[in-house]
């Protein structure tokens, strides 16, 4: 019972962090355009990125920074990226790894569950 509360906390605090991260990248979208600023485009179809912003970068996400964080404290990420595990198993590897010395809040928690249960 304990588990299945903590699993619910866990996954209930993903989805909000998931909504507010949503929330405010809508929010701040079109930003520099509001305020004229210079994008460094020449304005032609062929500089503007996917995105619309001139950008082809990836955007850099930050669960995924955490995780490489978090989990090359102890060993590789190539044996992270390697794994193929469900919601479940991830949870057991999380719990297994704050027995050995993890440190880490609910919040950061959940980004880590949430990122490595989706790629």
């Known amino acids: 019972m304990r ?11 993903g989805l909000l962090l998931v909504a507010l991260t949503v929330g ?4 701040s979208s079109g930003s520099d355009s509001d305020t004229g600023a210079d994008t460094g485009t020449t304005g032609t179809d062929a500089d503007i990125g ?8 990836e955007p850099v996400d930050s669960r995924r920074e955490l995780v490489e964080t978090k989990c090359s404290l102890c060993h590789t990420t190539d044996r992270v990226w390697a794994a193929d595990y469900n919601t479940e198993q991830w ?3 999380i719990e297994r790894m704050k027995k050995n010395g993890l440190v880490v809040s609910i919040e950061s928690e959940a980004l880590i569950l949430d990122y490595l249960t989706t790629q």
């Open 3 to 13: 588990r299945t509360s903590r699993l619910l906390a866990v996954a209930l605090v």
């Open 24 to 27: 405010m990248a809508a929010c």
């Open 50 to 57: 996917d995105d619309g912003t001139g950008s082809t970068a």
């Open 91 to 93: 949870i057991g590897v």
